[in-house]
């Protein structure tokens, strides 16, 4: 029997990477606490749950503003700097699951599920066209792309439900829910199937649709999946 996808840490407690200590804590809906004193700390929009007051808040331009303006994507991030510390929380039941980044490794992440990342991880995005037509009737949608860039780093990530966590050996394959993934390694190849399911009663048909992952590398699965909407 193939290996089953495992459930990552509900939990982190004092734990330092990528210039920050940091603790992931809560059940229902779970909080990120993180030490900004020698490392900044860019967020999205509406997630600040409480800071110190010595904690300073400013705004992180990010690169390819006018692609990403065009895109109708979000040109600025908020950016927190120390000292002391920050925390974050999603309006939402979740699972808050950090990936540590090594320098020049990149993770690539489902759209809207980004929460939290160090200053030293590049921010950019691109836009998968046809999965979304054939999921979804629309013409396309994000992956944002996240890479450690002047050293190691952390994004943070808040998956819906819990989020479980497959390792892929090369060649080897999971079929994903398309509203389940939450993240994949940039070396993870990933491509819709349509099966089309036919009763031969009054001539039914329905589409059964998957994401096919194919190894090397890690593939994140929410198990309480969800559809966001496009803008087109």
Known sequence: ???????MPTEVSDET???????????????????????????????????????????????????????????????????????????GPGHIVPIHLHRGEEIQVREHQFLAATASVDYTFERVRGLATMLFGQSGFFIDRFRGETGDGIVWLHGYGNVFEKVLAAGETI???????????????METRIDRLSSGFFGANVNFVVNRFTGPGRVGIQSMYLHMPSEE
Request: net charge neutral; proline share 5%.
């Open 17 to 91: 990477f990528g210039g920050v200590t940091y603790h992931v804590a809560g059940e229902l809906v779970p909080v990120l606490s993180v030490d900004v004193s020698r490392m900044p700390v860019y967020f999205e929009h509406h997630i600040l749950l409480w800071k110190h007051s010595t904690v300073t808040i400013g705004l992180k331009s990010l690169r390819g503003a006018l692609k990403r303006m065009m895109a109708g994507m979000q040109v600025f991030v908020t950016e927190a700097s120390g000292p002391g510390v920050i925390a974050f929380s999603r309006d």
């Open 1 to 7: 029997m193939q290996s089953l996808p495992e459930l």
């Open 175 to 189: 079929d994903v829910e398309p509203g389940g993934w939450l993240f994949k390694d940039a070396s993870v190849k």
